[in-house]
C-alpha cells in the first residue's frame, strides 16, 4: 500500500512568516500533485510536478519534487491570511494517493 | 463547460437505507474516481474508473458499489447505508497534469 505521510498536520503563523510543509514516501510516484482545499468545497490543483528534483514556482509559493521522485515540499514565503485554508499533497500512481493535509492558518 | 457536478450537496439518511450520489463530468475525461473525506483521515479513495465499463476497488471500497455506463457519468451506490459511512464524498475527473473535482456530498446517516 501507497502511504503519503504530511508534516505538519496544523500551522498557525502570522503574516508575513514563511513556511514550509513536507510530502514524504516510501514510493515512487509518476507524479506528484498539490491541493488546496477551501470550507465546503472541492480539492483544486496548484501545481503538478513529474521531474526527480523540478522545482515549480507559483507566485509565493514554490514547490519542490525529490529527486527520487518519493517526497516532496511546498515553501510559501510572506504568508498571507488569503493563503489560509488545507494544503494537500497527492502521489499519481495506479491511482492518487492523497497525504492528510496540513491546516494552515495565517493572522494578520 | 460546469467540469464536475455532484447531488445532492446535502442528504440524511437513516441507517439501512439506500441511496445513489450522483457525479457527471462535461469535459470528456476516460478516468473518473471517487473518495470519502474524514476528520484527520484526509482523502481515501473508494472506487475508481478508467473507461466506460471499466471499474476498480480503491481503499475502502466496503459498503459502496458503483457502474460506469457513459463517460460523462459515475455514479456511487450505498446499498445499506450504516452510520460510519458518514462522510463528506469527492468525485473527481482526470485531466492532463491534475484532477478536477466536484464540491462535494456531505452525507450524514442516523
Known amino acids: 500500500t501507497q502511504l503519503l505521510e504530511q508534516s505538519p498536520q496544523f500551522l498557525s503563523i502570522q503574516e508575513g512568516e514563511n513556511l514550509t510543509v513536507y510530502c514524504n514516501s516510501s514510493?515512487?510516484?509518476?507524479?506528484l500533485q498539490w491541493y488546496r482545499q477551501e470550507p465546503g468545497e472541492g480539492p483544486v490543483l496548484l501545481v503538478t510536478?513529474?521531474?526527480?528534483?523540478e522545482v515549480k514556482k507559483l507566485k509565493r509559493l514554490t514547490f519542490q519534487f525529490g529527486d527520487a521522485r518519493k517526497d516532496s515540499s511546498l515553501h510559501i514565503t510572506a504568508a498571507q491570511p488569503g493563503d489560509t485554508g488545507l494544503y494537500l499533497c497527492?502521489?499519481?500512481?495506479?491511482?492518487?494517493?492523497f497525504g492528510k493535509g496540513t491546516t494552515l492558518s495565517v493572522s494578520s | 463547460n460546469a467540469g464536475v457536478t455532484q447531488t445532492p450537496k446535502f442528504q440524511v439518511l437513516k441507517t439501512g437505507q439506500s441511496m445513489t450520489l450522483q457525479c457527471a463530468q462535461d469535459m470528456n475525461h476516460e478516468y473518473m474516481s471517487w473518495y470519502r473525506q474524514d476528520p484527520g483521515m484526509g482523502l481515501r479513495l473508494i472506487h475508481y474508473s478508467v473507461g466506460a465499463g471499466i471499474t476498480d476497488q480503491g481503499e475502502v471500497p466496503n459498503g459502496y458499489n458503483v457502474s460506469r455506463s457513459t463517460t460523462e457519468d459515475f455514479p456511487l451506490r450505498l446499498l445499506s447505508a450504516a452510520p460510519s459511512q458518514t462522510s463528506v464524498y469527492f468525485c473527481?475527473?482526470?485531466?492532463?497534469?491534475?484532477?478536477?473535482f466536484g464540491s462535494g456530498t456531505r452525507l450524514t446517516v442516523v
Open positions: 514510493s515512487v510516484f509518476s507524479s
Open positions: 497527492a502521489g499519481e500512481g495506479t491511482a492518487l494517493i
Open positions: 473527481a475527473s482526470r485531466r492532463q497534469g491534475g484532477y478536477t
Open positions: 510536478v513529474v521531474t526527480g528534483g
